[in-house]
């Protein structure tokens, strides 16, 4: 059967004439040309802003300059400065990426851009996530120092020199923390490429040469090349193994009472970890030894019985012996005789522990130690090193020139924090006696100059920070506790708790011990711990894999709950009981009552049996 075509008329449907023919004159007008040119964000950061701004004229400049301060409170936003790196509008990744091209600004401005990302890597969280940001940093701080050239000249650091260092050494810290986490793994080509920038580290000595800063950079950049060959194989050695641990023996130790002290429990159960640490101090690593200053450091500032132990130690006056090993850390030797790197590193935490201290007894101790209050060796109490007595070795000629250095450097940072401080200003003068006692150094207003520039810097980098927020070495210990030293479910009392009476208020008497060669220190008024000479041994968190630390917890973790369930049955069944037994104590006081009431009427026999009788309901 044929098909017959029927001309459709109405293919738009059923609408009026006039709209009809609209629809028509729409479709059949050309088509308008779009313009595909991406529109430029108002606050996005480009190379083109960068050379615009690098070459305009001085009376351009101003209005760059508005432009560039938006993009730079937006980045401040993002790198979330005021919230410690946290937040929804926070993106670590990004806002360091666009601070690196920031930077490449010229004027000052760009001392603006890297005292915020000096802030953001002093604050953000050692995340994972931040790993390919931050080799980008890394190699563009490379760059950066190479950028500076000729070797710094004899006068006082500029602020750009003095925020270039301390970025470049907070990279680095940052990427040996991620080494020592194992996060590492799969990063072949930011590994490859930053191997290739620290290949070279000349340029390190070139611009930093006549200063013991410059010293410490190049060693720490010595040693991350040493840890990325060790992760990444070189082209010449491409069958050698990677080494899966960079901790120390030392470091584990300090986590260890790190980790008692951050979780709020009693210091002196966990001393002999710290007597372990400072054997082993000094002995290892330079990676190793300056972090676990830098450990040491954010305890001394909490803990006031850990910086005196230390503070004793630094005299050679603890008789701390470990058979078992040959080191020779620090406790084995005075101040005198330590190498210039443990003597900075220690004067560095002495300036912390003064200016950071949580308790007053902690900064007084920081600048002049004196006698220790609290550490007794055969029940005698032991001197100790602050500031000032440090600064009697000095003249006395028992330091080094990079000794020297650094305790210039440290009371001057001191000065500068008790002069602006309304309620240490009586100290003031104190310090700068001491201060103008260092002068024997030729290079002494230099150097003075330096560490208030320093101090200038690390101001103006607090004033954008989150107040009492959590740094970056504080972060890594946490992150380091939690990943080596396993953490215990704390168990309930085996007896169930009674209100305590209130102590009785009695004389403080402080026990000794008389026990010789034997350490002892004094935690509260009245308690004594004594430490023996042998140091407690610790499992050995290396051999420990993930799954048995897990396993152990759940287990603990089981155990409690089991422990909960009983203890509730038990409580359970006492109330049972004790309800009981007040039902007995009831029903025999009614008994008494009715018997006592009988005996108050005084009726007779007769008298009960009618009484009796009457109440009887007769058929």
Known sequence: MPVDKIQLQHKFGIISHNHRQNLLD??????TPTNNTRKQIPCEISHDFIISYNRADPLERSTFDVKASQLLQRVKRRAGLLSGGSGRHVHIPRSWVELTLLARCKGPFRNDVLTVLYASLLTAPPSVDNIPS?????????????????????????????????????????????????????CDSFLSDLSWHVENLDFVRKVFSKY???ELLLRLL???????????????????????????????????????VRSGLDPSTSLSALLSTLTLLGTESHLNTVLTFKLLTVVCCKNYLALQILQAAATGNLPISDDSSE?????????????????????????QAAIDGETSEIQKSAIQAGEMASVRVDSAPVLGYGLLDIVALNAAGHLGPAIQYALQQALTRLHIYVKNHPLRKSSAHLIWSALQSTKNCASHRVIVGIAQNKTNCHESVKSVLEPDGKLLFERIFDNLADHYIPQSAPFPSDKPSKPKAPPKKSPIVQQTVSVASNISVISKPGSVVKLMNKVRTVPDPHLESYTDRNNKILQEVVADQWYKELLAVFRAAEKVQQTIQECEEVSEAEQNQAQQIVEELELTESEVCNVMDRLVVKP
């Open 222 to 260: 010595e040693s991350i090349k040493t840890v990325l060959s060790g992760i990444y194989p070189s082209k010449d050695k491409p069958d050698c193994s990677p080494k899966k641990n960079f901790a120390s023996d030392g470091l584990m130790y300090g986590l260890d009472f790190y980790q008692c």
């Open 327 to 351: 080191s020779a850390g620090i406790c084995k030797s005075s101040f005198q005789s330590w190498d210039w790197v443990s003597a900075t590193e220690f004067i560095n935490l002495l300036v």
């Open 134 to 186: 931050l080799f980008l940093v890394c190699e563009t701080v490379i760059e950066w120092i190479k950028e500076l050239g000729n070797p710094i000249p004899e006068t006082a650091w500029s602020n750009t020199q003095i925020l270039t260092y301390n970025i470049s050494e907070l990279c680095f810290w940052r990427v040996y923390n991620h080494a020592l986490l194992h996060n590492l793994q799969g």
């Open 212 to 214: 013991p800063d410059g």
């Open 26 to 31: 729409r479709i059949s007008a050309p088509a």
